[in-house]
């Protein structure tokens, strides 16, 4: 960006620029909206309509460390390797780690998460309870990005359960199936069938 001085006199006083916008933005507007008319006809079809993502029909490949939705990770006998410790709660900023410990019946492990919940529509995804974790019992590396739940804040809160399911559903049919079946949702969802 140039400094105020360094401008000509057309530049300042800021007219033409503003007329220069206008007429990109007004050229794209019909462009796109002519090559979306197209389509809908099945013209056209290689030309990429908008720069944006059509959201939940285009698919968008997230990189390997994006920070998706949690899963809590399971000892090979499938149970869950949180030691309720409470330092994933601790580390939250959002303060939306729910955790009611237990005394684990194999005497060798001291606890185990009785309740483990995490109120997603308080979370902001920020990582840190996976950074905090000793055991590596938590982490967000499912791919998939929150999900779009009816207007009733107790959906958003994910439970201990849900959570190991997670870890199984992504063992069983790997990430890239996980993602597609979460799109495949998110397109009932725009479709109004879920
Ligand atoms: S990602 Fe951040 S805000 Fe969300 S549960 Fe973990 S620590 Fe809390
Ligand atoms: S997920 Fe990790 S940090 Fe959180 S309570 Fe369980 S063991 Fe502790």
Request: with cysteine; charged share 30%.
């Amino acid at each position: 960006m140039r400094r105020r001085e360094e401008m000509t006199f057309l530049e300042r006083i800021y007219i033409v620029e503003v007329v220069k916008g206008v007429l990109i933005t007004f050229t794209r507007l019909i462009r796109n909206l002519s090559l979306h008319i197209l389509q809908l006809f099945g013209f056209a079809k290689k030309s990429k309509a908008s720069q944006s993502i059509q959201y939940p029909n285009d698919r968008r490949d997230y990189p390997e460390r994006f920070r998706g939705r949690h899963r809590l990770t399971l000892h090979d006998n499938g149970s869950v390797k949180c030691t309720s410790c409470f330092l994933c709660a601790t580390a939250c900023p959002a303060k939306c780690i729910y955790i009611e410990p237990a005394e684990h019946p194999d005497k060798n492990v001291e606890k185990f998460p009785q309740r483990y919940e995490i109120d997603t529509l308080l979370c902001i995804y920020c990582g840190y309870c996976v950074e905090a974790c000793p055991v590596d019992a938590i982490r967000m590396d499912t791919g998939i990005h929150p999900e779009v739940y009816e207007a009733d804040p107790r959906m958003y809160i994910e439970d201990k359960e849900t959570l190991m399911d997670r870890s199984k559903e992504l063992v069983k049919i790997g990430k890239n199936k996980v993602y597609e079946k979460h799109m495949e949702k998110m397109q009932k969802l725009e479709r109004f069938e879920v």
